[in-house]
């Protein structure tokens, strides 16, 4: 089944600076990929998302790159601030419809 | 107006006893899911229905029995509750074949002693 690597599982930046976080996954059939954020004592949120026939996606201040040659996509946050501060999942689909998520990056982002 | 809601959003109860979840979307998706997060953060999926049907049936223990009357409801009880059940648990629904986007509810957190 699909294995949904992660890293890191903790990040600290400084407000202003941007953050990237990167993902593995091993089905080369997945074709959707979503990014959740979660802050403390809520659920998963989805800020952002990229499909299997598309390389790049920009939202304001997050973007999402995919290589499917590499199985690989990472979440890029420019220019971070304070309520940034989460942690973000990155997550795919295979075949078979069922979100399989990373392990989670905790983010902080210093004032 | 909450889209996934779940209750209760905490739960202690004793080792050995029963217990239910209940989640509720008004987002007219016709799939659900149960997932558990560990105290390590990682988002693990249980069980999943289409329009009342279980189609996803992860590896879980059969004291966990989930139950769908309708697509908009789906509950989740367990039996025999273990100090391993602590976890937060999280519904959340999504449109087969749309956008694929699920929404998540605020979570459950379940605290066996």
């Known amino acids: 089944g699909e294995n949904v690597e992660q890293h890191p599982s903790t990040l600290s930046v400084q407000e202003g600076d941007s953050a990237v976080i990167k993902c593995t996954y091993s089905?080369?059939?997945?074709?959707?990929f979503p990014w959740y954020k979660q802050e403390l004592g809520k659920g998963p949120q989805l800020i952002i998302d990229i499909r299997s026939n598309v390389g790049e996606k920009k939202d304001q201040r997050i973007a999402v790159t995919l290589n499917k040659t590499a199985k690989h996509f990472s979440l890029h946050i420019t220019e971070t601030q304070p309520e940034d501060s989460a942690v973000y999942f990155c997550a795919a689909i295979p075949q078979g419809g069922k979100l399989i998520f990373g392990q989670g990056t905790e983010l902080s982002v210093k004032p | 107006d909450t889209a996934v809601s779940q209750t209760p959003k905490y739960l202690v109860t004793q080792m050995g006893n029963d217990k239910s979840i209940k989640c509720e979307q008004n987002?007219?998706?016709?799939?659900m899911y149960w997932y558990k997060q560990d105290s390590k953060k990682f988002l693990k999926i249980m069980f999943s229905y289409n329009n009342k049907e279980l189609i996803i049936n992860e590896t879980v223990p059969n004291r966990f029995s989930p139950k769908s009357p309708d697509k908009a409801h789906l509950n989740l009880h367990i039996n025999s509750l273990e100090l391993g059940d602590s976890a937060v648990y999280f519904c959340?629904?999504?449109?087969?074949?749309?956008?694929?986007?699920?929404?998540f509810g605020s979570g459950t957190r379940l605290t066996v002693v």
């Open positions: 987002l007219g998706h016709d799939t």
């Open positions: 089905d080369s059939a997945s074709n959707y």
């Open positions: 959340a629904s999504s449109q087969i074949g749309v956008n694929y986007g699920y929404t």
